[in-house]
T-cell receptor, first 112, second 112 residues
Framework: DAKTTQPPSMDCAEGRAANLPCNHSTISGNEYVYWYRQIHSQGPQYIIHGLKNNETNEMASLIITEDRKSSTLILPHATLRDTAVYYCIVRVARNTGNQFYFGTGTSLTVIP | NAGVTQTPKFQVLKTGQSMTLQCAQDMNHEYMSWYRQDPGMGLRLIHYSVGAGITDQGEVPNGYNVSRSTTEDFPLRLLSAAPSQTSVYFC???????????FGPGTRLTVL
């Protein structure tokens, strides 16, 4: 069963904020939400993560709803280099380590 | 630091052949993982390791073996390749106490 669902594609004008939604309605209380992106066919790159509170770093902001069933990744000023596939991921803690469940991702195209 | 390296970059196998995909990291990270990515899909966890001598199965472990004899290396073995194993394989490493995964450049495997 998919742990996250995302729209398959989105466009954003250069310089505008890109808001990427993710649904994770079956998330459990101790499962984190992570966001990674993949440019072309390179290895994925970490962006941000959170549990309950909103988070911000130099790359993006993460807004998690109070019921934790969905979240939104915000790229405040999208550039052409932000064109990539963005993955919303649930991290599940196991006794033998953490497992990351990738969704199918949103292909973001930043338009000049 | 070279980060996470993977060899080979490309490989073509015939059904039934065996081979080992190599993964190495020079960051002294405790955790290492193998994922596969099929066209248009997110990454799925095959096997992972929380330290030398310790491995566990992920979502899609069938047809693959791993071992972790050193901190640096985490090879993935295909015992008898099948066309369904045609995919891009990514290796990742993580420092214990953090959850930021560093991914290698990937190995593109085709099984005929």
């Amino acid at each position: 069963d998919a742990k996250t669902t995302q729209p398959p594609s989105m466009d954003c004008a250069e310089g505008r904020a890109a808001n990427l939604p993710c649904n994770h309605s079956t998330i459990s209380g101790n499962e984190y939400v992570y966001w990674y992106r993949q440019i072309h066919s390179q290895g994925p790159q970490y962006i941000i993560h959170g549990l309950k509170n909103n988070e911000t770093n130099e790359m993006a902001s993460l807004i998690i709803t109070e019921d934790r069933k969905s979240s939104t990744l915000i790229l405040p000023h999208a550039t052409l280099r932000d064109t990539a596939v963005y993955y919303c991921i649930v991290r599940v803690a196991r006794n033998t380590g953490n497992q990351f469940y990738f969704g199918t991702g949103t292909s973001l195209t930043v338009i000049p | 630091n070279a980060g996470v390296t993977q060899t080979p970059k490309f490989q073509v196998l015939k059904t039934g052949q065996s081979m080992t995909l190599q993964c190495a990291q020079d960051m002294n990270h405790e955790y290492m993982s193998w994922y596969r990515q099929d066209p248009g899909m997110g990454l799925r966890l095959i096997h992972y390791s929380v330290g030398a001598g310790i491995t566990d199965q992920g979502e899609v472990p069938n047809g693959y073996n791993v071992s972790r004899s050193t901190t640096e290396d985490f090879p993935l073995r295909l015992l008898s390749a099948a066309p369904s194993q045609t995919s891009v394989y990514f290796c990742a490493s993580t420092r214990a106490g953090t959850d930021t995964q560093y991914f290698g450049p990937g190995t593109r495997l085709t099984v005929l």
